[in-house]
């Protein structure tokens, strides 16, 4: 159980690492939901980060780009995360710890389905972000 | 004609204002008032003429010679006050205005500025109150909005697993895997309706007192937002009335919010003191700020300053709040800890 645990938590940190490397985004990261309650959702392993910060957010589900994936289950993608202020629904706690502008998000399921995680990737220029990046990174996190 | 000049003489006497007039420097005409405010302050003309005239030439020496305001005043205002016999001061505004130029003839008008000031206080409290008003509303509205999109959607994503468990013929894994998505949704939605219920009236406060309840909502909005909030607080707060401690908390909230909404600050800082004879509560942020000038008095970002403003005045307190473009914002507030000489014991700060 605990060495599964690690081989899981290895094999995060080098999805990310890997697509830190592999494309330009200036940021990557996974975020998880736990396995018990209150089912806290956290990013738990990043490339890229300018700081500390991503440890202090609990993500809410339905809110911010990574908060939706895991309420729908599909990927999301947003050019113009420093527009949404706080009160904002789409306002995405990560993209303001990070100073990102752009970022995608897509699902990370379980064996059985469901999704209990999400991987981010984001620019902090004014790089836009479409469909066709999404596609991208799904493919190479299948890799 | 003769009756039209009586009219307006009576009028004369009977302005709000006391009004004398001049001509080359000397007093011709004052109406009723002005000899009332000649007897009972002591005054001369030729006195409120130096006044006068002193601020009119300092209008006309000074280098804002193109100045487009200054052109488009017709006359010069100047604020003066008189002391009565038992030391208490009025405040009028002394209003220079020329008649005739080439006459020399002018006019001195004594405007009682407590009457302008009660009017415009009066249109405060107005603004103030459509403001109070309109918050409450949008404070509904977003609950409202709050319990339908996330209480009512996890519920009824709850209804939907608990209805798969009981309608389909699930195997043993996926059984396990259905119950416990219906107990995430239902644990998400529980973490929803805590927020809220902390949102509207923390019942930390209550409990636990002042301390305690700004550190849970600055944990919680720190998660939320990304942005570090650091709570240092060496205050004994055991003492401060409810009232007191609620507004401080209140003031809190709200000054957070609005770094959160509109600073873009990487860090707040939420600082409460006590001294000897005061506690000091400081909201500071290290985000874009504002130029102070440009918020001065009443347009729509103000009114959230000024209640809380109106509220810590109620009760005997002092608001503060500083900015500087591109250097952050500081917000501070400081309550007396022994207002005994106030003497409303329900206060009891």
Known sequence: MVLEKAKQSRDYQQLVNRLFQATDYDFVAVALQDSFAPFLIKWRYVAGNQNERFRQITLRRGFGIAGLVFRTGKPFFSSELNQYSFANEMYTPIAAAESLNSAIAIPLSTSLGSVNGVLLAGYRTEKLVGQAQVDKLIQLVNQ | MLETIKWLEKYFNQSPDAIMIFKDDELVLSNQLAQLLEQEFNLSADYLLQIAKNAWQQNENNDCATCLIKSQMKHVTTPVSFEQNDNKSISFSLVYKPLDRQENVFALTIENRDQQERLSNVEQQRLLNRYVTRAHEKERQRISQDLHDSIAQGVFSAIMGVRRISHEDLSPDELAQVSQAVEIQLQATLGEIKGMALDIRPSVLDSFGLIPAIKALAKRLQANSGVTINVLAAAKTAELSTDVQNVLYRICQEAINNALKHARPSEINVILTSHPHFIQLEVMDDGTGFDMSKHHGFN??????????????????????????????????KFPYNSNKKGTGELNV
């Not at chain 2, 809380?308 to 917000?331: C, D, K, P, Q, W």
């Open chain 2, 300 to 333: 729509g970002h103000s009114l959230g300053l000024m209640n809380m403003n109106e509220r810590v005045e109620a009760l005997y307190g002092s608001f503060n709040i500083s900015s500087t473009l591109h250097e952050g914002t500081t917000v501070t507030v």
